[in-house]
């Protein structure tokens, strides 16, 4: 896929981008949208780091901050990132806990785009002096292909 017939394959089914949408008001009504990938032959790695993923204690409703890592290989599909962060607001007010919201996020992440693999890691901000973070990953990871490191991030206030 090259060029024009590219774009407009890929730019046809997505609803979201270059429109004004509304945030969606649950992470269930949020719409991950993807595109078809332009080198589905290739095996590399995409990472999405999201620095501001907020939710609510499911008990207490205060609100909780976690940065959100995601590395997949993909197959023939490609998240669009307008989607996905429409669909990480959609948690701003959804009374969750840690490792639910980060094994949801993949589950979802992993139906819309069947990847080869999929890693997505919540690292949730300290609450009562504790730091709950999250990994869950599915399929295997191609030799070829190399993660990122997870490392503390100035997200989170650390130092590498």
């Not at 599909?77 to 996905?84: A, G, M, T």
């Not at 701003?92 to 490792?99: A, P, V, W």
């Not at 901000?125 to 999250?134: K, L, Q, S, W």
């Amino acid at each position: 896929m090259h060029g024009v017939q590219a774009m407009e394959e890929a730019q046809q089914p997505l609803t979201q981008l270059g429109s004004q949408v509304a945030w969606p008001r649950t992470p269930e009504e949020a719409v991950l949208e993807t595109f078809p990938n332009p080198h589905p032959g290739s095996l590399y790695v995409v990472r999405l780091t999201a620095p501001e993923l907020t939710t609510l204690c499911p008990i207490t409703g205060q609100p909780d901050f976690a940065t959100l890592v995601v590395d997949y290989v993909p197959a023939e599909r490609l998240v669009e990132s307008k989607s996905f962060k429409l669909f990480l607001g959609s948690f701003r007010n959804e009374g969750t806990f840690h490792e639910a919201c980060t094994v949801y996020i993949h589950n979802r992440l992993r139906d819309a785009l069947a990847p080869h693999f999929l890693r997505v890691v919540g690292l949730w901000y300290a609450r009562g002096g504790i730091t709950i973070d999250v990994a869950i990953q599915s399929g295997i990871l191609p030799e070829q292909c190399e993660l990122l490191p997870l490392v503390k991030t100035a997200y989170r206030g650390g130092r590498e």
